[in-house]
């Protein structure tokens, strides 16, 4: 697979890093009108990344933090705009933040690989790898292999990236024949109205986005999880550290984000509304559509599990699928990936 940017990767990942930091779409909840559950001390303060942007699917954090739920948890929550789960996974593990949403095959290769340690999912945010590429219909793109000699457009440190030639592998084609290039999430669907690439990494609930930018013209989705079957989408992610010592605060944020989600699933307009309120360049109509597409994401495969729900089993399986393809080697447990005792049950 090749892959075209303009900057060195150890020097986009320092600008990319210092942009977060200073994200102009920082959001603070700091209203003070909820002690801490936990015995009425001042709210503990978190910072919390999104997993991509500013996105309808990013949504569901802005609404806890609207509807008060973080500040009824005793949470102070900051939310940051992410860049993507390499750049997230080392804002968590560098201190820089407490929570995000990270693709968990993107854990399981950061940490087989050594690049990452110290961080732990509590709670799966999608219960299937959402990771997927869109074309237009009349690219004549219409299965994996119609990938091959193409170009698709993929922001830097995208886990679309990082997870295509294990999908390549088990859809059957070569990635080595594709062409990568670095955009930033914006410039996605305008770069492939305009043709100037054939195809685009994107969040399967992220359709209605890429349609908004072509203006209605048929999109093609090619889903990762047709093949990587056992793998989780995005799941809330902190420090091994936060979560041993303080559990009681990973408790209380997880239910207060997860409550919201139930809430903007429930109600897509207003969600939609309440990002447009924080982020006023965000279409309305496709962030709700997006959220509306997240509500399938987030469903439990498993009746009457409730959201956020994970399984050991299935990620073993994400682990060995992974293994298989080549991707990470062998050795990886669930456990180095995933606190289960903090994972939302019945």
Do not use: W
Not at 143 to 169: C, N, Q, R
Not at 197 to 217: L, S
């Amino acid at each position: 697979m090749r892959r075209n940017t303009r900057l060195p990767a150890a020097l986009l990942a320092v600008l990319l890093t210092a942009a977060l930091s200073t994200a102009c779409g920082s959001d603070d909840d700091n209203d003070g009108k909820g002690a801490s559950s936990s015995g009425g001390s001042a709210p503990d303060k978190v910072t919390y990344i999104t997993g991509f942007g500013t996105f309808g699917r990013e949504a569901y954090a802005y609404v806890a933090q609207d509807k008060g739920y973080f500040s009824d948890a005793g949470v102070s929550v900051t939310i940051q705009p992410g860049q993507g789960s390499a750049i997230s996974l080392a804002a968590l593990a560098g201190g820089r933040a407490q929570f995000a949403p990270v693709d968990l095959s993107s854990t399981i290769m950061q940490v087989g690989s050594g690049k990452v340690s110290g961080v732990t999912a509590v709670a799966a945010v999608h219960q299937t790898t959402d990771a997927a590429v869109m074309a237009l219909a009349d690219s004549g793109i219409s299965k994996p292999s119609d990938l091959e000699g193409k170009k698709i457009a993929d922001p830097a440190g995208s886990v679309i990236g990082a997870l295509f030639p294990a999908y390549a592998k088990l859809a059957g084609f070569d990635a080595d024949k594709v062409d990568f290039v670095n955009l930033e999430p914006q410039q996605l669907g305008v770069n492939l109205a305009a043709g100037k690439v054939d195809a685009v990494g994107q969040y399967r609930v992220g359709r209605p986005n890429i349609e908004n930018a072509v203006k209605g013209k048929e999109v093609v989705v090619l889903p990762f999880g047709k093949f990587l079957t056992e793998s989780y989408g995005s799941a809330v992610t902190t420090t091994t550290k936060i979560a041993e010592s303080d559990p009681d605060l990973v408790r209380r944020f997880t239910s207060a984000l997860l409550k919201g989600m139930r809430y903007a699933i429930d109600h897509p307009e207003e969600a939609a509304s309440v990002l447009a309120k924080k982020h006023p360049t965000v279409n309305e109509k496709a962030a709700a559509a997006e959220i509306e597409l997240l509500g399938e994401a987030v469903q439990p495969k498993k009746a009457g599990a409730p959201i956020g729900t994970m399984d050991r089993e299935r990620v073993a399986g994400a682990i060995k699928a992974l293994v298989d393809a080549g991707a990470v080697k062998s050795g990886v447990t669930p456990e180095q990936l995933v606190s289960f005792d903090l994972v939302p049950k019945s």
